[in-house]
């Protein structure tokens, strides 16, 4: 893979180091509210590289679905920042590490 | 000769700012510097868009992302208010390690697939009305048209959720709803409730609709 000029390839790998660091995110930070701004990350280079593609078969049905992919990202982020309120009301916190009690 | 590779350099740009902006979400401990991070980020991956003539997706990319959802995003910070004993320590544990392992062996197995290198346009690049509003409107309310209307139901229940988890008490004290109306029914009848939440909720149960 060459520097110039610049191909699909290179959109694909930008995506994955994108998607690679929001997987991380969700894994090494303890933060919930970070924890959504990781699945956002993750989100974004899902659309990077759906968008990617279709330049690349110059179709522009991939266009649609990132739309649509965005109303989903957003309701998602809605709801689950209402649970956090909630969650912060009643527990006082929003550490993963200390909201344990749905886990095995 | 500069103008035939401006794009590409543009794209090195914007990919440089949007892996900073997401390493920098990473690595940031307080909550607001990650949210001004995300909006980096975000809206370079919009004028990366921009870069594949999707003008439209990257339009859209900026309102609902940088507008919408990181400005909900600092709004709930500001709204928690978090102190320093809230945002809690973090701590290395095994698991922790091998899950980031874990997500980095799945990039490092990706990467000798894309060593290929492929072209953007095999044909010479896009038609003029490519990524602009008319053609994703045509495709949107004629071939996807069924995806897009269930989206608004999705939306209605997002909002329903979002306005019902973030009320102050939830419990619900009147009634609001066929179900909670139905609810109270059976608790008059004194079916689905144990006795003893049945009068707890006495109280309370007797508002009017809204």
């Known amino acids: 893979m060459t520097f110039f000029p610049v191909g699909l390839s290179h959109y694909l790998c930008l995506s994955g180091v994108l998607f690679t660091i929001g997987v991380l995110v969700v894994i090494l930070r303890r933060n919930l509210i970070v924890i959504f701004m990781g699945i956002e990350l993750m989100l974004n280079a899902a659309n990077l590289s759906i968008v990617a593609f279709s330049r690349h078969l110059e179709d522009m049905s991939g266009h649609v679905f990132v739309l649509l992919i965005m109303t989903v990202a957003a309701a998602e982020v809605a709801v689950g920042l209402a649970i956090l309120i909630a969650l912060f009301r009643t527990r006082r916190t929003i550490n993963a590490d200390e909201v344990s009690y749905l886990r095995w | ?210």
Not at chain 2, 122 to 139: D, F, I, K, M, N
Request: aromatic share 10%; proline share 4%.
């Open chain 2, 1 to 210: 000769m500069i103008f035939a590779v401006l794009p590409d350099i543009l794209f090195y740009l914007f990919a440089l700012l949007a892996v900073g902006g997401a390493l920098s979400v990473l690595t940031r401990r307080n909550p607001m510097t990650c949210a001004a991070s995300l909006v980096v980020s975000v809206l370079s991956v919009a004028l990366l868009y921009f870069l594949l003539s999707a003008h439209f997706v990257g339009v859209a990319q900026m309102i609902v992302y940088a507008g919408a959802i990181v400005v909900l995003f600092i709004f709930v910070i500001m709204l928690l208010n978090l102190t320093d004993r809230e945002l809690g320590r973090g701590r290395m544990t095994l698991f922790k390690i091998f899950g980031a392992f874990l997500a980095l062996s799945v990039l490092a197995i990706l990467a000798p697939g894309m060593r290929s290198m492929v072209e953007l346009e095999p044909s010479g690049g896009p038609g003029p009305a490519y990524g602009g509003t008319a053609e994703v409107g045509r495709l949107l309310f004629g071939e996807y048209l069924l995806p897009f209307e269930l989206t608004s139901i999705l939306i209605l229940a997002a909002m329903v959720a979002g306005v019902v988890l973030a009320k102050r008490d939830l419990t619900p004290k009147r009634l609001f709803s066929l179900i909670d109306w139905l609810l109270a029914l059976a608790d008059r009848l004194s079916i689905l409730r144990s006795p003893q939440k049945r009068e707890r909720k006495q109280g309370g149960a007797g508002g009017e609709a809204e």
